[in-house]
């Protein structure tokens, strides 16, 4: 008996219409667990690197984690991993909500899509009767509205739907799957499932999931519970509200965003507005928040209530995740309520919320610099919020410089030339990043922005503060209960770091320390995408309730597999390791491990390569950051190795790259 997985695949052939339920190997959980782990497995051996993003070869894989259906609380995610037509890069962007439970319930842990269907269509799964069905009279609908078509024609009001909008099915690099409150935006997935020709996937499930040992799993579960209403009764004090809490960024719940609006970029990432947030503007905020945000709502088993549904006059009711709530506001220099109602529009649209008003910002960047002219955008209003949605519907339907434009600012820079590509100015691996520019270099975020291939940084960081607290007494509070350290040399990297002084920025914490804290929080975020965990709850807030210490009984009392922190620790390392070789094999190599030129004004470049050095080294990769044969057979990975000594990547007699 398999238990938390269901031990069963849906392979779905699009070009042809067939449709296989396949069972999977219990020893590949063993080695890659599940999601993201087992995801970058099928990719690794069924994608090779000439494949493209748009290719019918391409593999599009929606994967619900290994932990995903169980009582553990927050444990609902739905990893999508895919070739990203933006970076050309794996892509594995992941989505809340409700849809990966269900999948479980119907009794698959993947559905792996390959080919193109001619048509447009979606796949509706029924527990054991799956159907590709006709979708043509779905074509150019919304995300969401599409949600509501489908359950209506299905009668099945508690189906859970994913879909894409008008920018996937336009194939948009940074087009977004939607679901309810959630989607998996980055790296332009939705674009590929529109590519497929696969508007949407419905699923309802009845069935229930094996527990290995469901007595041990369910204390687990409890003492999560009793931990999280602890945290909510003592938030973390002396940093940033959204830090203070457990939850996916809880901009929902909160209205003091100082911190966001003054410390991040506006307009094309250019303007820092250190005194924005007035108590007039906070005032006006609230009230607006207020009177848009009609209820909170949560994710499948979660009570942290980090998504709302939202009421705009003249735009209908959605719901509204995350950081989404100032992209576009920020990005347009207007006010919240410009920021509330486009993004109703973009989420019908289903577009990346992170990408979309950079895009737009940097357009109109463009325009303003007379490299764009008006005969690039004939008709562009003269009033700014007008602009940005004259933009959006042109980008979402490639018409005229929105066809450009819908390929992200790295290459629509590229294409419109004449100088352009300055003001494509902060991208990493070919996308749009968070709009934040700094001045000291920050060498933690550094190593993270750099080596990072989920290419975001908020899928990146957490468990350790952003930034030293001010005096030694509060920092020796902080370590008191900090629990969730892998190793107590951590506790005192935070006591001894100031916030002036030697052991400040950018020589403190040491390169070494650097290394070791981006190791940790990297791990803790590709635990998450391989069981299915929310990272609220686990990899981003600072003192969570899953952690190295109790993931691994999850594991062993939830999945039945033997599991301890070192074996929890090397199963990460193999699949974190399998998806650098899947993007190595791309082309990824040194050369694109670089955040934004600008964004630090003090630059280091001496240190900065000490710390690609020392982190490459401690990963088992290469200077060039490939992984070396060496790491690759501690990691049982010699297959790797194999194939990238055939390839000319690494030599056979040595562990050094070749090209
Ligand atoms: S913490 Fe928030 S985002 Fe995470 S599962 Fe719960 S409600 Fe969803």
């Not at 391409?58 to 553990?72: E, M, V």
């Not at 447009?120 to 509501?148: C, F, M, P």
Request: hydrophobic share 35%.
């Amino acid at each position: 008996m398999r238990y938390a997985e269901t031990g069963f695949n849906l392979e779905v052939d699009l070009t042809r219409g067939n449709i296989e339920r396949v069972a999977t190997d219990p020893r590949e959980t063993e080695l890659y667990l599940g999601g993201l782990g087992t995801n970058a497995k099928i990719l690794w051996d069924r994608v090779p690197p000439e494949v493209e993003a748009f290719s019918p070869d391409n593999l599009l894989i929606f994967a619900a984690g290994l932990l995903c259906g169980t009582s553990a609380t927050g444990c609902n995610r739905t990893i999508v991993s895919t070739i990203s037509p933006q970076t050309r890069l794996m892509a594995f962007s992941m989505m809340g909500g409700f849809w990966a439970p269900e999948l479980k319930f119907a009794g698959y842990d993947k559905v792996i899509f390959r080919g193109k269907s001619p048509k447009l269509v979606y796949l509706w799964i029924n527990n054991d009767k799956v159907q590709i069905r006709d979708a043509s009279h779905l074509q150019g609908k919304g995300a969401i509205e599409t949600e509501e078509l489908i359950r209506q024609e299905l009668n099945e009001p508690r189906t859970q739907v994913a879909a894409i909008g008008l920018a996937g099915e336009n194939r948009v690099y940074f087009a977004s799957i939607e679901q309810g409150h959630s989607s998996a935006s980055r790296g332009g997935i939705g674009a590929v499932m529109g590519d497929k020709g696969l508007k949407a996937i419905a699923v309802r499930g009845t069935g229930d999931i094996n527990i290995a040992r469901p007595d041990e799993f369910l204390e687990l579960c409890n003492e999560v519970l009793e931990y999280i209403k602890v945290r909510k009764e003592k938030p973390i004090p002396g940093v940033m509200p959204i830090l203070a809490g457990l939850g996916s960024p809880q901009e929902m719940k909160i209205h003091d965003e100082k911190w966001h609006t003054e410390s991040f970029m506006w307009g094309n990432s250019r303007h820092r507005r250190r005194d924005f947030w007035t108590e007039e503007v906070e005032k006006a905020w609230t009230e607006t928040m207020e009177n848009a945000r009609k209820r909170l709502i949560s994710c499948y088993n979660c009570s942290l209530e980090c998504a709302a549904t939202i009421s705009m006059p003249g735009v209908k009711t959605y719901m509204m995740k995350c950081f989404s709530k100032l992209t576009y506001t920020m990005a347009a220099m207007s006010d919240l309520d410009f920021g509330l109602k486009i993004a109703q529009r973009a989420t019908e649209y289903g577009v990346d919320a992170f990408s979309t008003p950079q895009v737009m910002a940097f357009a109109l960047e463009l325009y303003e610099n007379g490299i764009l002219t008006d005969d690039d955008m004939p008709g562009l209003p003269a009033a700014n919020e007008e602009r940005f949605y004259w933009l959006l519907d042109r980008i979402v339907r490639r018409e005229g410089i929105g066809d450009v434009l819908a390929n992200g600012t790295y290459w629509a820079a590229k294409e419109i030339g004449k100088g352009a590509e300055e003001y494509a100015h902060n991208t990493i691996k070919k996308q749009e990043q968070l709009p934040l520019k700094l001045s000291m270099l920050n060498p933690i975020y550094f190593l993270m922005y750099s080596t990072g291939e989920k290419i975001n940084i908020t899928q990146i960081e957490g468990q350790f503060p952003q930034m030293p607290f001010p005096t030694r007494e509060e920092r020796e509070e902080f370590v008191k209960d900090w629990c969730q350290v892998p190793d107590e040399k951590f506790k005192q990297y935070f006591l001894d770091w100031e916030l002036r002084g030697e052991n400040s920025f950018p020589y403190y914490p040491t390169v070494h320390m650097c290394c070791d804290i981006v190791d940790w929080q990297e791990k803790m975020h590709y635990i998450d995408d391989a069981l299915g965990m929310c990272s609220g709850l686990s990899a981003f807030p600072l003192k969570p309730p899953y952690h190295i210490h109790n993931f691994p009984k999850f594991i062993s009392s939830g999945a039945g597999i033997d599991m301890d922190e070192a074996k929890l620790t090397q199963a990460t390392k193999r699949y974190r390791t399998l998806v650098r070789a899947v993007n190595i094999r791309r082309g990824m190599r040194r050369k694109d491990e670089k955040p934004p030129e600008n964004h630090w004004k003090k630059r280091f470049p001496e240190l900065e390569k000490k710390l690609l050095d020392e982190y490459y080294k401690l990963k088992g990769w290469n200077k060039e950051g490939i992984p070396t044969k060496e790491s690759l057979h501690e990691l049982g990975l010699d297959y790797v190795s194999e194939d990238f000594i055939q390839r000319g990547i690494l030599e056979a007699s040595s562990k050094t790259e070749k090209k």
